[in-house]
Nanobody, 115 residues
Framework: QVQLVESGGGLVQAGGSLRLSCAAS????????MGWNRQAPGKQRELVAL???????DYGDSVKGRFTISRDNAGNTVYLQMNSLKPDDTGVYYC?????????WGQGTQVTVSS
């Protein structure tokens, strides 16, 4: 059974940094695309960043230039380095992995940015 375990969330002041990690397990093969989405109170879940198996990345417009997604060599752990954080970045951050025939989400980790 595939599991995604997120860590690294917390409370930080505006302008600060956090690094999120997501460890995926339960598959005998390398996971396909992995990424992060977030959901702020009263808002829809939105894409933050993704990275494909080949290393191609994409970012939501609001985080471009501030956040960086990366992946370990084994391909089963994904990281999100978040710099220059803003109060609007507050929300629950969810790790996700998807590919042909599968789509899994983590439980989420809370990120709170104070002004």
């Amino acid at each position: 059974q595939v599991q995604l375990v997120e860590s690294g969330g917390g409370l930080v002041q505006a302008g600060g940094s956090l690094r999120l990690s997501c460890a995926a397990s339960g598959s005998s093969s390398r996971f396909n695309a992995m990424g992060w989405n977030r959901q702020a109170p009263g808002k829809q879940r939105e894409l933050v960043a993704l990275i494909t198996n080949g290393g191609t990345t994409d970012y939501g417009d609001s985080v471009k230039g501030r956040f960086t997604i990366s992946r370990d060599n084994a391909g089963n752990t994904v990281y999100l380095q978040m710099n220059s954080l803003k109060p609007d970045d507050t929300g629950v951050y969810y790790c996700r992995t998807w590919g042909p025939g599968y789509n899994y989400w983590g439980q989420g980790t809370q990120v709170t940015v104070s002004s």
